[in-house]
């Protein structure tokens, strides 16, 4: 009777597994053979596309990089969640495939199972470990869709205009098969026991709710059979079910990626090609050369796989910046319509169709040129009217079609890429926007209105605004350190370390202009050597390039290259550095000019500043308290990775940082990338508003006594963010958070740090291309010999105590570099030649140790410096035979040779900047110094309780006849721009004590007489001078040139004098190094409240021909340490002041 029902079964198996056997056999057959046709005739689609040779090598990179993306899912597993859901899924569809095709026999024989490996423990766990990932990570994804369900208006959800029923057909079938792999393998066990707790572990409890029945596997393993087979049928039938396609075209599109690596699409925008090579704007024809996209086929090939490969998963459009406010672009819906045109129309042009830009028929035509009409009538009506639409034009109404992508979604791109850091398949948005905005300008001329003026001043001014070169440097004009210029103050890069490329917004835009000379002040703080352009800057072209005008951009590049590449002239490669405080600027610069031929090393000033912190050349104190919120530009954050740098330079400057939700390479675009800064936004809300609206909510829990701030690194992201700021809160009570730079916050908090009296300053900076040997051999140089702080001068006028000294300080008439002339400067020439008045000889004057060289654009002697009192007071000089001699030891090493007149002398009797214009009382004329042993002035103090010196300075100007002044001329025995004269007396000073005797200068010296004095006042005439010596000669005609070097002072370059020196410097470069990092207080200062705080100085002092140092003068100013230590008695250091004997920050030593 048994043997009867087995029989029985077995027949009724053999039926069933046989019928649905070969009906599984006959659809699997037919499934795959759709599928390939699909897949063919989707090679021959995306192969219509341009040539791109460069994106098949390298191989190995490449493929190692879809290697891991496939294994790691590094993109999907940002969203945590999604991600881990997708990779399960992946997995079981991809593995799977192995037991989906164990399927085909076993709806035969139900026993079945591959050979060898079918029976292996590790085969059974991973048949057990697919079946449940897929099942469960499906479940999740259609869960997460569910909810994220567009029929909530209010959540902007990312699946808006998403295919709906290509997804849920795509879920469903891969439930299925993952529910099949569990069924398949739980009836088995059913019916054939051997259960295994670790292989089983899930199945086997399944398998108790299952009849053991051979049939029941057969039929699982149909269903299992089928849905797969149903993939192969709708995928192959439906070319544009991208839901679908990416399983396959995915990894193709990441191998063929733009950028190798993890890096996206991004920074450096694609070049313009055609027919794969990049166009020129020297060599492009229009008749010829496709000028971007302006039809479907003008995309490369890759640009079609990217069209095919979209997923639909909406993630760009959730993080699109245009989309989130109400505007119509949405990176996936366009990518969308270019695809859905692209397959629509495939048909005409697999037919061999083609039109020319104005439309007519060039594919399908004769011999002759007339249209074949007869193949243009076999292509799909259909395709021939999707042939006919313009690739950017209005929507259509009715049966016009119109355009593929409206004007206002093309032109609402910020260029953010937002949208390519989000693509999970590296998808190219931005170069396909940039690509059909090339098309529209270059060959349309369609674009907004606001875009022609910004062309236009570009191709005029070189800059966005409009503005003259002339006033690139007028920023300089602002601050009190000497900005070296090239072409104006050296002609070569050797001894510096970093171009600062300043940029149109740097150099134009106010707020901007604040970022831009904060920079600039803490590089010199922190003794970095650097230079600008000046007016030989142009704009790099970025916002021409985002708005599609690539042979502007180019222009602009190559013009900019060529003045870089004339500034980098002999430098090697790895020293060629520019640094940059504007993100676009440093994209372009970085990122772009390699692809026009120039290649330099490009910083973003937050790397370098942070740098120089973590280095401790820049030392930072925190505030009490101030809460802070940093915007990540787009073009520095998600182009560039920058994310860190200016984080840390925020948390070095003290403040608590709150990130807002959008941050990092999520942060929310300011709305001014793509050339946006200069269009207006006429729909939806602005960008702007919308990401200050997150700042302030983030920033709303702060206290209102605690200040609030909102940081940037980039100047289009400050003016954005400052309107925002002003428009969101004018009808607010509470005071509005400051929008600021990074660097203004790490520079308030430098400034912060100086004790009073403490000046950090940068000893090498110069203005005369000196050496690169500068930097650290001449340092030493400086403690030769620094003067007495009781280094006398004849001062007959008083001067009331005057402020610090900040930077390069002009006297009361001096004009500042780029500045317009003083109106009532009488001309070089007006005045009696001083070649009157007979040359002192360097080598007959009296002894002097080697002295410091000049620092920058000196001062008359008796010229006002920034915050003193005016001079008015001043007597005229003294005559020479009045004034005693400059004290010195008789042990005063001999002079150094006189040098050759370099710098900004004054000619013989042009105005000293400061000096009384003409018609002021004159002087006495001045007789010639008596060769006579001088004792000190009864006003100045003793020499032992003098506050510490800045070495002597020691240069001669030469000025011969009707010499022509250069740049800022310095009269006969002027000061130069740098430290106050160190050592002058101060009126009503305590008695003088002894002297020692030194002897005067056995040739009498030209009187420094102001500028008006009738030629009369040039006598030989000497007077004792500060501690800077500069002896004044005059013969021939002689033109000045360059920043002299005194006589006796150390050229750049030269070596170090003397072992002892060294030893010396080394010793003090450690005391101040010890002193800078614990702060000591003003107080501190030795001898501070015995040295008298400020030195008068006369209108028409000259200077000695010496200045030796006094015995038992204070110690001597280091010259090792790349900083500078300046005390000034009891005054307080306004900003970077310099106290009396200090070097001012950017001189020279």
Request: charged share 20%.
């Amino acid at each position: 009777m048994d043997t009867d029902i087995l029989a029985a079964a077995t027949a009724e198996s053999n039926a069933l597994t046989l019928t649905l056997g070969t009906i599984g056999a006959i659809a699997f057959a037919l499934g795959w053979a759709i599928f390939f046709r699909g897949a063919l005739r989707m090679v021959r689609i995306i192969a219509k596309g341009q040539p791109a040779p460069d994106r098949w090598t390298p191989f190995i990179p490449r493929a190692a990089e879809v290697v891991v993306e496939f294994l790691a899912h590094t993109k999907m597993i940002k969203n945590r969640t999604v991600g881990i859901a997708h990779w399960m899924v992946m997995i079981g569809f991809l593995a799977g495939a192995i037991l989906w095709f164990e399927a085909l026999p076993q709806t035969f024989d139900p026993a079945f199972h591959w050979p060898v490996i079918g029976s292996w423990p590790i085969y059974r766990l991973m048949d057990e470990l697919l079946g449940i990932g897929t099942v469960v990570g499906i479940l999740v994804l259609i869960i997460v869709r569910q909810v994220k369900h567009p029929r909530n208006p209010e959540l902007f959800s990312r699946f808006a205009g998403s295919k709906f029923l290509p997804a849920y057909t795509i879920e469903a079938i891969v439930f299925v098969e993952g529910l099949g792999m569990i069924l398949v393998k739980s009836s088995k066990i059913a019916t054939y026991g051997d259960a295994d707790p670790v292989t089983d572990f899930f199945t086997r409890h399944v398998a108790t709710l299952l009849p053991a029945s051979p049939n029941l596997i057969t039929v699982f393993a149909f269903a299992k059979l089928m849905s797969g087979v149903m993939f192969l049928l709708l995928v192959g039938s439906n070319l544009t079910w991208g839901v679908a396609w990416h399983r396959f075209s995915a990894f193709f599109n990441i191998y063929f990626k733009r950028e190798l690596g993890s890096r996206r699409a991004l920074g450096a925008a694609k070049p313009m090609m055609s027919g794969g090579k990049v166009l020129e704007m020297e060599t492009a024809d229009p008749d010829n050369d496709a000028f971007g996209a302006g039809r479907i086929e003008d995309f490369s090939w890759k640009g079609w796989l990217d069209f095919t490969t979209c997923t639909e998963c909406g993630r760009c459009q959730s993080q699109c910046p245009a989309w989130n406010t109400g505007k119509p672009l949405s990176p996936k819906l366009l990518i969308m319509g270019l695809r859905d045109h692209g397959y629509a129309k495939a048909p005409y042009l697999l037919a061999g169709g083609s039109t020319d830009m104005g439309g007519d028929e060039v594919g399908l035509v004769g011999k002759d040129g007339e249209v074949q009409t007869d193949k243009l009538e076999k292509i799909p009506a259909e395709a021939r009217a999707e042939a006919a639409r313009p690739l950017v034009g209005p929507a259509g109404e009715g049966d016009d079609l119109g355009g593929v992508i409206d004007p206002e979604v093309l032109w609402s791109c910020t260029t953010c890429g937002a949208c390519v850091e989000q693509c999970p398949v590296d998808i190219e948005h931005v170069d396909h926007i940039v690509d059909m905005r090339r098309y529209q300008v270059l060959i349309e001329s369609e674009f907004p209105h606001e875009l022609a003026g910004l062309f236009k001043n570009l191709e005029n001014k070189g800059n966005p605004w409009g503005q003259n070169s002339s006033q690139r440097t007028a920023w300089i004009d602002e601050m009190d350190i000497e900005i070296p210029v090239f072409g104006e103050h050296t002609d070569s890069f050797d001894g510096y370390e970093y171009l600062f490329w300043v940029g149109c917004a740097g150099a134009y835009e106010d707020r901007a202009k604040k970022t831009t000379k904060a920079v600039a002040e803490l590089l010199d703080v922190a003794a970095v050597n650097f230079l600008v352009l000046g007016q030989g800057e142009t704009c790099t072209g970025d916002s021409a390039r985002r708005a599609g005008n690539e042979f502007l951009f180019q222009m602009l590049a190559q013009q900019n290259i060529e003045q870089l590449d004339e500034v980098f002239s002999g430098v090697p490669q790895s020293q060629r550095k520019i640094v940059v405080t504007c993100a676009h600027c440093f994209n372009a610069l970085g990122n772009e000019y390699p692809q026009v031929g120039g290649d330099y090393e490009v910083v973003h000033h937050t790397q370098l500043l942070n740098k120089l912190v973590r280095e401790k050349r820049l030392v930072p104190v925190a505030p009490p308290s101030e809460d802070v919120t940093y915007h990540d530009p787009c073009y520095l954050g998600r182009h560039n990775q920058v994310y860190e740098a200016p984080r840390e330079l925020i948390g070095a400057s003290g403040a608590t940082l709150k990130e807002m939700p959008r941050h990092l390479e999520r942060s929310m675009c300011c709305g001014a990338g793509g050339a946006r800064m200069w269009m207006e936004e006429q729909l939806g809300k602005r960008i702007n508003i919308d990401r200050v609206d997150e700042a302030l909510n983030t920033l709303s829990s702060t206290p209102e006594a605690t200040p609030k701030k909102i940081a940037t690194g980039c100047p289009f992201c400050r003016v954005m963010l400052s309107d925002g700021v002003t428009a969101q809160t004018a009808d607010s009570d509470a005071p509005a958070p400051e929008v600021v730079d990074v660097a203004q916050m790490l520079l308030e908090s430098v400034k912060r740090g100086l004790p009073e009296g403490i000046v950090l300053g940068n000893p090498n900076r110069k203005t005369d291309g000196a050496p690169a040997e500068v930097a650290t051999e001449a340092p030493a140089e400086v403690e030769a010999a620094p003067a007495a702080a009781t280094a006398t001068a004849t001062a007959p006028a008083e001067k009331k105590d005057a402020k610090p000294t900040v930077g390069l300080g002009l006297a009361g008439g001096g004009k500042r570099p780029g500045a317009p002339k003083p109106g009532g400067a009488p001309k070089p020439g007006g005045a009696k030649p001083a070649a009157e008045a007979p040359a002192a000889p360097a080598a007959e004057s009296a002894p002097a140790a080697p002295a410091k060289p000049a620092v920058g654009l000196g001062l008359a002697g008796g010229a006002k410096r920034p915050g003193a009192p005016k001079p008015g007071g001043a007597k005229p000089a003294a005559p020479a035979s009045e004034a005693p001699a400059a004290e010195a030891p008789a042990e005063s090493a001999p002079a150094a040779p006189a040098k050759p007149a370099v710098g900004l002398g004054l000619a013989g009797g042009a105005k000293r900047p400061g000096v009384k214009k003409p018609g002021a009382p004159k002087p006495p004329t001045a007789a010639p110094a008596a060769p006579a042993e001088a004792t000190a002035p009864t006003e100045a103090p003793a020499a032992e309780t003098a506050a510490p010196a800045a070495p002597a300075e020691d240069r001669t100007l030469n000025t011969v006849g009707e010499s022509k002044a250069a740049g800022f001329g310095i009269a006969a025995g002027a000061k130069r721009p740098g430290p106050k004269k160190p050592g002058a007396p101060k009126p009503a000073a305590a008695p003088a004590a002894p002297a020692a005797e030194a002897p005067a200068a056995e040739a009498p010296a030209p009187a420094e007489a102001p500028a008006e004095a009738p030629a009369a006042a040039a006598a030989p005439a000497t007077d004792a001078a500060p501690a800077e010596d500069r002896t004044v000669t005059t013969a021939g005609e002689s033109k000045a040139a360059g920043f002299g070097i005194a006589a006796g002072a150390k050229r750049p370059g030269l070596k170090k004098l003397g072992s002892e020196i060294k030893e010396k410097a080394a010793e003090a470069r450690a005391e101040v190094r010890e002193h800078i990092e614990h702060k000591p207080a003003p107080a501190d200062a030795p001898a501070a409240s015995d040295a008298p705080a400020e030195a008068p100085e006369a209108p028409a002092a000259a200077e000695s021909a010496a200045a030796p140092e006094a015995p038992g003068a204070a110690p001597k100013a280091p010259s090792g340490d790349d900083r500078s230590l300046a005390t000034e008695g009891e005054s307080k250091a306004k900003g970077f002041g310099i106290a009396a004997g200090a070097k001012r920050p950017g001189g020279r030593k």
